[in-house]
Structure formats: structure tokens, C-alpha cells
């Protein structure tokens, strides 16, 4: 198994979601977990989505990250949960040509 992840192609798979779960994923989980951001920052390998504190969230982010880690095994994810009422931040990141991939997918999924 490869895990030198700057190996890895820049190709989403997927057919590596269950497809039990595959069209839920791509049809509502996705859009629905970009348009829920309050706020998304450039970062210089990606981008950080931003969350309100809300019933729910985190493991709607969970299931998103589980299933995006099968389909695009290049991103690299970073989840924060800070104290009290401060907000959730998703980091998607990776090598070269990521933040392209990642910007095309979200421009597709916020129009």
C-alpha cells in the first residue's frame, strides 16, 4: 500500500464510496457541507471552511471527510474544534494541484 501521499495521483475514484452511500454523498452531503460554511479562507496548499457551532455538524463533517478520503486519497484533512462557541474549521489541503481541484469542486458545488 502506498502511503507517501505526495505519490499519490490527482484523480477522484468514486467508485471507492460504498454504493450505498455514493450518490447521497455527491447529490447532498457535498453541496450541503459547502454551502453551510460561513466563510471559506484561501490557505497556500487549500482551503479552510469555516462552521457556526450547530447540532450536527461535526459528523456531518465526519461522514464527509470518510467518504472524500476513499474517492481522493490526495487531500490531506484537518479538522479544529476549538472551546466554547468558536467556529468549527475544516482544512482540505495537499500537494501541487490540489487547491485547483479543490476550488473547481467547490465553485461546481456553490453556483
Known amino acids: 500500500m502506498n502511503t507517501d ?3 499519490e495521483p490527482i484523480a477522484c475514484d468514486l467508485t471507492q464510496i460504498p ?12 453541496p450541503a457541507l459547502f ?3 460561513r466563510m471559506v479562507s484561501e490557505l497556500p ?19 464527509f471527510i470518510e ?3 476513499l ?13 466554547g462557541d468558536a467556529p468549527i474549521i475544516l482544512g482540505i489541503t495537499g500537494n501541487d494541484g490540489v ?3 479543490l476550488g ?8
Not at 45 to 63: C, M, R, V
Not at 104 to 111: F, R, S
Request: hydrophobic share 40%; glycine share 4%.
Open 19 to 30: 454504493e450505498t452511500e455514493r450518490t447521497e454523498h455527491i447529490q447532498n452531503r457535498v
Open 45 to 63: 496548499a487549500g482551503y479552510a471552511l469555516s462552521y457556526d457551532k450547530a447540532p450536527g455538524i461535526i459528523p456531518q463533517i465526519a461522514e
Open 71 to 83: 474517492c481522493c486519497p490526495f487531500f490531506t484533512f484537518d479538522l479544529q474544534v476549538p472551546p
Open 99 to 101: 487547491k485547483e481541484v
Open 104 to 111: 473547481g469542486l467547490m465553485a461546481e458545488y456553490l453556483k
Open 5 to 7: 501521499i505526495s505519490m
Open 35 to 37: 454551502r453551510a460554511a
Open 67 to 69: 467518504n472524500e478520503r
